[in-house]
């Protein structure tokens, strides 16, 4: 692959070539995979002993890195793309809420019932407790609601932690965006520095680490806004391959990622292979593929007393997750993306939301 800067777009603010001009959707699928078999790992031993440096975890970290990464940097684009603030928040919940809401309806009306250890009355009066509603939709421990008791690990949908963590991330960009801050560097910069601080602080805290994550938001981002300025050499990206590879011998690994995983994770995209180019034209199933795995996984490990070898428990919550991540994707995500280019007239009468008044709208037109 040649010096390039890739990601240059047109005056409408898209990647030349539409969707099908890069290889997003097969990194967004591969990524989702490795989160799959890393899960299907980790729920079957019950995250016991697992360290944060276990090759599986590292895989893990490497997929959901590499999601955000392309995340920040499509969002990034869609936030130049797009003529309103509310036009912006139109198209982010359109490609979050409704698959995310049946998702969430699906775990805990279908999976729910039938695998949970409570009688009928008792699981919906649990669900509807106080308990059970502090838990729900992004909850972890399954206990109030008598899910997964004997499995090793308990956790009902372990993935959506990440969900309003990304949607944080959507405000951010808005809210640089309107206050004509997106394109400096100084406040990415100030952003990070942030970020670094509150990890190293809570560096010791499984959960509250997990706040790094959104680095690779940033920094995906942060990538698009400057493309014109960055040039995507095999070289780099090979010096930063080996220094990601190496460093997985160190406790450096973590570091290491956030330095190489965002130019890689781009670079990739990029790169012109017409096979995963036109990966995607059957469909958009990474984020399905997200939020279906996990309560699969557990109900799949529960079914079967954790009596699945990983390979088989990997292959098959694989199959099961991906069939509802196709049906997700044709019956749910797709059709509600078609309301994306309704127009701003149409959106303010559906949403019920006033008209700016006139000298906000002339700003905004000249900010634009």
């Known amino acids: 692959m040649k010096t390039e800067r890739p990601g240059a777009v047109t005056e409408g603010g898209s990647v030349p070539g539409g969707r099908f001009s890069n290889n997003f959707d097969f990194l967004r699928f591969a990524a989702a995979a490795m989160i799959v078999f890393a899960h299907a790992y980790s729920l079957r031993l019950g995250y016991v002993g697992m360290g944060m440096y276990d090759p599986v975890t590292l895989v893990a970290q490497a997929g959901l890195a590499a999601l955000l990464v392309t995340s920040g940097y499509l969002i990034a684009m869609s936030w130049e793309s797009t003529a309103s603030p509310l036009r912006f928040a139109w198209k982010r919940f359109l490609r ?7 998702a969430i309806f699906i775990t805990l009306f279908v ?3 039938l695998m949970t250890s409570l009688p009928p009355g008792e699981y919906f009066a649990a669900l509807f407790s106080p308990a059970g509603l502090a838990t729900a939709p992004f909850f972890e421990d399954g206990s109030a609601i008598g899910l997964f008791q004997d499995n090793p690990w308990t956790y009902v949908n372990g993935s959506l932690w990440t969900i309003p963590v990304e949607v944080l991330m959507y405000g951010v960009v808005a809210a640089l965006g309107i206050a004509g801050l997106l394109r400096r560097w100084g406040a990415f ?30 920094a995906g981002a942060f990538l698009y806004l400057h493309r014109h300025r960055i040039a995507y050499q095999p070289v780099v990206a090979g010096a930063l391959l080996l220094l990601l590879g190496f460093s997985v011998l160190t406790p450096y690994v973590t570091v290491a990622g956030m330095i190489a995983i965002p130019y890689l994770t781009i670079y990739a995209a990029h790169i012109p292979i017409p096979f995963l180019s036109t990966f995607g034209r059957p469909g958009d199933f990474s984020y399905g593929i997200y939020i279906y795995h996990y309560p699969v996984q557990q109900a799949l490990i529960q079914v079967t007393a954790n009596a699945l070898l990983l390979p088989a428990l990997f292959g098959l919550s694989f199959a099961v997750t991906f ?16 309301a994306k280019n309704l127009g701003a007239d149409d959106l303010r009468r559906r949403l019920r939301v006033p008209s700016l008044p006139a000298f906000l709208t002339a700003w905004w037109i000249a900010r634009k």
């Not at 069939?323 to 078609?338: G, M």
């Open 96 to 102: 979050v809420v409704p698959g995310l809401a049946i």
């Open 111 to 113: 999976i729910g019932p």
């Open 189 to 218: 910069a100030a952003l990070a520095a942030v970020n670094i601080l509150v990890w190293m602080y809570w560096f010791d805290d499984p959960r509250m680490a997990k706040v790094r994550f959104t680095l690779y938001f940033l």
């Open 323 to 338: 069939a509802l991540a196709f049906l997700s994707w044709h019956v749910i995500e797709k059709p509600a993306l078609a």
